[in-house]
């Protein structure tokens, strides 16, 4: 597609359930990341994925929080057990090596 | 390792006036150096950019200049307007490696 996309826009869970969020990447971007966002604060770097080789996982604040990219296009992350202070916006973008990020809309949880 | 300095915010600034958003970088190599912007209520967009020393991004009248003898990249608009209300961040990218954000800098323009 033309840009990244992210479902879903908004997620309601209540406390303790899992979640899954979806990122499509722009088609031929080698590169994956996904940010958080709280409310008024920067970006948090999660997770990032370049092309074949083993994602940087540095970015995960604890086990709860997986992600995976299948067949190196769509990416999904998994947040287990979520917790309130899970509550942000998760934010997918995909790029080509310094032609700077395309971001997706985000998606914004809100765990209650 | 690399990193981004950003000047603390919230900037408020008259319509018209000039700004100045200073950012400046820590990295090893030469990196590609960004300037994003998220407006209210929307995702983050890129702004401009500048991939080697010496290069000026500059979109929508906005102006960053990449500086290697002073590691710093920072955003310069000549007349703001109430719509450059946003928060700005600036950003680094070595060679296949992620991209570090600066902590962003909140812009208010009032008319």
């Known amino acids: 597609g033309a840009g990244v996309s992210q479902s879903p826009s908004n997620k309601v869970t209540e406390k303790g359930k899992d979640v899954e969020l979806r990122c499509d990447p722009i088609?031929?971007?080698?590169?994956l990341y996904w940010y958080r966002q709280s409310l008024g604060q920067g970006l948090e770097f999660l997770i990032y994925f370049q092309g074949n080789s083993a994602p940087d996982k540095s970015g995960l604040p604890s086990d709860r929080f997986s992600a995976e990219r299948t067949g190196g296009s769509v990416s999904t992350l998994t947040i287990q057990r979520t917790q309130q202070e899970d509550s942000a916006v998760y934010l997918c973008?995909?790029?080509?090596?310094?032609?700077?990020?395309?971001f997706g809309s985000g998606t914004r949880l809100t765990v209650v | 390792g690399n990193s981004v300095t950003q000047m603390e915010g919230p900037v408020t600034l008259s319509e018209e006036a000039f700004l100045t958003i200073n950012c400046t970088y820590t990295?090893?190599?030469?990196?590609?150096l960004f300037w994003y912007v998220q407006y209210p209520g929307e995702g983050l967009q890129l702004l401009l950019k500048a991939t080697k020393a010496d290069d000026k991004g500059s979109n929508k009248g906005f102006e960053a200049t990449y500086r290697k003898e002073t590691t710093s990249f920072h955003l310069e608009k000549g007349s703001v307007q109430v719509s450059d209300s946003a928060v700005y961040f600036c950003?680094?990218?070595?060679?296949?490696?992620?991209?570090?954000f600066g902590p962003g800098t909140s812009l208010s323009v009032i008319p």
């Open positions: 990295a090893t190599g030469y990196p590609s």
């Open positions: 088609s031929g971007h080698t590169a």
């Open positions: 973008a995909s790029s080509l090596p310094n032609y700077g990020y395309t």
């Open positions: 950003a680094l990218e070595t060679s296949y490696d992620k991209v570090i």
